[in-house]
């Protein structure tokens, strides 16, 4: 059965009712003197969509244990700048990374405190894991990224934002640009850049689940898209095939 646009839908709408209620739950921890570092650390409202991603792979035909969704599975890759990094999402094959995701959000109301550790974060990972390819760290086929990034849709996000006077002027592109502005330029400039072999980012809240998808290059459809073009070129190649563990002479 393929992943439908429905699928998506409810997976987003499902992110949203995971974050809700880990709000409660913290709520009621922080209430009786637990404290919120759980629920902050919880990472659980990711989860809808990382099973989403992941049925792309099942259904194509993938064994489970060859797709990792949590940490028990282990979810870390070698990188060159580091020793590891954990993703988010990791299919593999033998010695092929079949696809590695990270899935991410930025939301409110202080969009400012963590706009750039989202940058820093994404970069960070994708030019660390392709010099990592280029040192022979996975020896099978070229390793595919994706990028998965939900905005929260909010007043701020939609504002425009300043930037500071410094000793050089910034690209006149970010002048007068809000938080959702900017991830755009951003995102599609990892796609030139081909830090990243597919994004999608979309903006989404709690009052209105419904995606929106700002930039035509980085909707669901050209995700999903480049998602089975992955999976139908390592099957022209053999993968992954019954009992296949490398791609075959």
């Given at each position: 059965?393929?992943?439908?646009?429905?699928?998506?839908?409810?997976?987003?709408?499902a992110?949203?009712d995971?974050?809700?209620a880990?709000?409660?739950l913290?709520?009621?921890?922080?209430?009786v003197?637990?404290?919120?570092?759980?629920?902050v650390?919880?990472?659980?409202?990711?989860d809808?969509?990382?099973?989403l991603?992941?049925?792309f792979f099942?259904?194509?035909?993938y064994?489970?244990?060859d797709?990792?969704?949590?940490?028990?599975?282990g979810?870390?890759l070698?990188?060159?700048y580091?020793?590891?990094?954990?993703?988010?999402?990791?299919?593999?094959?033998?010695?092929?990374l079949?696809?590695?995701?990270?899935?991410?959000?930025?939301g409110g109301?202080?969009?400012?405190?963590?706009?750039?550790?989202r940058?820093?974060?994404?970069?960070?990972?994708?030019?660390?894991?392709?010099?990592?390819?280029?040192a022979?760290?996975?020896?099978?086929?070229?390793?595919?990224?994706?990028?998965f990034f939900?905005?929260?849709?909010?007043p701020?996000?939609?504002s425009?934002?300043?930037?500071?006077k410094?000793?050089?002027?910034v690209e006149?592109?970010w002048?007068?640009?809000?938080?959702?502005?900017?991830?755009?330029?951003f995102?599609?400039?990892?796609?030139?850049?081909?830090?990243y072999d597919?994004?999608?980012?979309?903006?989404?809240?709690?009052?209105?689940?419904?995606?929106?998808?700002?930039?035509l290059?980085?909707d669901w459809?050209?995700?999903?898209?480049?998602?089975?073009?992955r999976?139908?070129?390592?099957?022209?190649l053999?993968?992954?095939?019954?009992?296949?563990?490398t791609?075959?002479?």
């Open positions: 059965m393929n992943v439908s646009r429905d699928d998506f839908e409810a997976a987003v709408a992110y949203w995971a974050k809700n880990q709000r409660e913290s709520a009621i921890k922080d209430a003197g637990a404290g919120t570092a759980g629920s650390r919880g990472g659980k409202h990711f809808h969509i990382a099973a991603l992941a049925k099942l259904n194509a035909g064994a489970p244990e797709i990792r969704v949590n940490t028990k599975q979810l870390e070698p990188g060159y580091r020793p590891q990094k954990q993703w988010d999402l990791v299919v593999t094959r033998g010695n092929t079949v696809a590695a995701f990270e899935l991410k959000a930025l109301p202080s969009f400012g405190n963590n706009y750039n550790n940058v820093e974060e994404a970069l960070g990972s994708a030019v660390d894991l392709r010099r990592a390819a280029l022979d760290a996975f020896p099978g086929e070229k390793p595919w990224l994706g990028y939900i905005m929260e849709d909010h701020k996000s939609r425009s934002v300043s930037v500071r410094g000793p050089f002027p006149r592109i002048l007068g640009k809000s938080y959702q502005d900017r991830f755009a330029i995102c599609e400039r990892l796609m030139d850049e081909g830090l597919s994004i999608c980012y979309i903006t989404s809240s709690q009052e209105n689940p419904k995606p929106v998808e700002p930039v290059s980085l459809r050209h995700f999903s898209a480049s998602i089975n073009a999976i139908k070129y390592l099957e022209d053999g993968l992954p095939g019954p009992g296949q563990d791609l075959p002479l």
